[in-house]
């Protein structure tokens, strides 16, 4: 007893004075001062772009049958047309393990070429704890046909596995699919990877004052290194995060009302470093969100534009005019299909993959141009 409150105790002592400290294997830093760049509220603006604000709706479930065959679709209603079509059918509730146990994917990331996604899952839709699954996308889609002749392989594997009932072909898919450690994951709907390094990071404490972000292993998918710090007093951090060409970090904000108008999308933008983190608020913010909760952000290289997605409802701006904005250059869309998002990445081609829940798949854009 004596010997845990003292590693308490040192890991505690480490982290007030900025030391480091190795806590679950993972490098602990803590930041001194305001990680947020100061700011003058009276110099802050909003662009009118088009309202195409979505109210929060009831989640209706996509399938009859888990063990689905058939794309479905999801597509414009207004605003910017795209269509997501079904392309891979993730593992659902009621797979792998027990009732439930893969029911709350919260946030993808997608290599540049397509192959390889990587899924935060939480154990439950209130939980702070999950795990991250890598799934070779390229070999399950080519050995298995996966997002063609045989869709329902990965949900029928992983099914099979939770009743101790697996084929040979059962056990050759999931040599492609890597199931990660549980840790402490936050909300988990900010996993992200930055392009400039390959490096997985996802903030372990939003909508906090005192957060921190992690680095995932793209290996072991388990944090190696955590970072605290605060932003400001009077600023929490937002529970999205995405990351340019450039190594840019961004998240944003809804406006509770103030100096900002309440409901304005307040943008924010910096950079991870090794140890530390910086962000500033960018000056100029989104009049409209797009809808009643935050569910993710994400960048695509090919049109170099940020996005913003709700349920239902998904806004983009170029990133190059950040602070600059006109209302015409900000696009949005609302969806139908009353579907849960969970979040939206681009391959360098610019074809865009939405993952959306109930049942947990991602949808890819017939086009290019989203």
Known sequence: MKKAVFLAAAASAALLFGGTTTLAHAKTYTQHGNALANYNVKKYKTVNNK????????????????FQTSPTKISSTKGKKVTFKSNVFLPVTYTYNKSADWGNPQSEVLSKDGNTLYELITTTSQSTRGWIVRYNLGALRSKFGISTSH?????????????KQMSSKDKAIMKYVKIGPKFNTGHGQSLAMNPKNGQLWFIGAPVKVHSNVQQVSTSSLKPTKKINFMLKSTVTMGSNLTFDKHGNAYFF??????????GAIKIYKGKINSKSVKFHLV???????????PQAMSYNA??????????????????SKLGKLK?????????????????????????????????AELLKTTSNNF
């Open 253 to 262: 904000t809804y406006s509770n009302g103030g100096w900002a108008p309440k």
């Open 283 to 293: 000056m100029q913010g989104l009049r409209h969100n797009p809808g009643t909760k």
């Open 302 to 319: 090919k049109r170099n534009r940020l996005y913003f997605v709700s349920d239902g409802s998904i806004s983009s701006i170029p990133a």
């Open 51 to 66: 309202n195409m604000f979505v109210k929060r709706y009831s989640f209706k479930q996509s399938y009859g049958d888990i």
């Open 151 to 163: 869709m329902d392989a990965l949900r029928r594997a992983t099914y099979d596995h939770s009743v």
């Open 327 to 359: 209302a015409s250059q900000v696009e949005a869309t609302k969806l139908n299909g009353h579907r849960e998002f969970e979040g939206l990445q681009f391959t360098k081609n610019g074809a865009g993959y939405l993952m959306s829940n109930r049942g």
